[in-house]
């Protein structure tokens, strides 16, 4: 696109006069006016292309414009724009069919939503119906959306200003092996202690009190913290000795992100309940939902189910969905992720890793990867305090505007820089991308001790 100073200018004062934005200070946000975006790449109104390494929020699995999901959208606004969803419908059928025989297990039946957050509010809702019990486990360090109990489930800063919204919730720590926080020294260790600590939560909460534990599989915003071998396997095995409900939150990491259509499947462990969103029709109309086992479902064929929503399973959501499953299995995008994560990003965060000693640790899976940039690589200090904002957060801003600058969008949460380009990016764009994080990593390089 050329540029364009007046549409830029008009965008931006009524942006500024009309949009209340979230999790932000309003006067304290300059939102950038964004005039069009194709493949992994988005532009200004000035003419400046960014690569996009968040895939926007992490949810533009397939990248801007991807014609096939434009076309079944326009197919679909054509044939029939909306349905409500009492009523059955073609792709509102075809997308929860090619759901269920991509989700593990016996979980072959979808509840939709409109996103995340509303999948885990029902989600839980289920849990809570089945077991006829209130408490829910979370782990610190996790998001699981803004709404009242997802943001109670959140073990985030986001919690804090929304407390209490629903009481019956307790959280416990996962495994993290970088700060550990059971002191060990290797990943068997992690997995063996994190699971005692929950275990020891469970019996200290009362297991009859507690209708589920919701995971992350990955922990996406909150560091993508991939869990040692073992781990999952073993919350599977406390929820079936405690008559727990497993809800697997794959809305971030569902559907493509790491390789897999659901993460779970790489970690060889079945929930109950996989929460998804994102990835499943990269957010080109708002999609969520729940897919449920045959055990949970069955609860439901004579009590009635009590939730719903206007728009659950909208036919536009759902034909840019079954749009996606045709671009993965005809693009071969889950082998491409494991190709392009496993040879070219990688080996190259490795490289990374070893030249700039602000990169405490990497980490991650497929498309996506965590650096975590620290102060102190001895003492593991974070190169910006927990939380930090304003003056604190500025070497991490320094780093952002570096990577901007450059052409390239980054994910930044607290200390660490996240990679998660879309799953359709070129090699020489993703190598391009990390070639100016490389660059930009010198200015964290700078405030090391
Ligand atoms: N769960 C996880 C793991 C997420 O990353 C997010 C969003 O970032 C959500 C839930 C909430 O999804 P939504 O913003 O669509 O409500």
Known sequence: PLPDAAAEAQVRAEDRAHVFHSWSA???IDPLPIAAGEGSTFWDYQGNAYL???SQL????????HPDLVAAIQQQAGRLATIQPSMASDVRSELARRIAEVAPGDLDKVFFTNGGADANEYAVRMARAVT???????MYRSYHGGTATAISLTGDPRRWANEPSDGSVAHFMGPYAYRSPFHSETPEQEAERALAHLEQLIVL????TIAAIIIETIVGTNGVLVPPPGYLQGVRAL???YGIVYIADEVMVGFGRIGEWFAVNAFDVVPDLITF???VNSGYVPLGGVVISQRIAAHFDTVSFQGGLTYSGHPLACAAGVATFEVFERDGILERVRDLGSRVVEPRLREIAVKHPSVGEIRGAGLFWAIELVRDP????PLVPFNAGGADAAPMAAVAAACKQAGLWPFIHFNRMHVAPPLVITEEELVRGLDIIDEALTIADGYVV
Do not use: P
């Not at 992490?58 to 414009?65: A, D, I, R, S, T």
């Not at 006829?132 to 979370?138: E, F, I, N, T, W």
């Not at 001895?378 to 200090?381: C, I, K, N, V």
């Open 205 to 208: 909460e009362g297991a009859n």
């Open 58 to 65: 992490v949810n533009l699995n397939l990248g801007h414009q």
């Open 378 to 381: 001895a003492t593991h200090e």
């Open 132 to 138: 006829g019990r209130r408490k829910v486990l979370s």
């Open 52 to 54: 996009d390494f968040s």
């Open 239 to 241: 929820c079936d000795k």
């Open 26 to 28: 309003q006067a304290l």
């Open 277 to 279: 969103a994102k990835g």
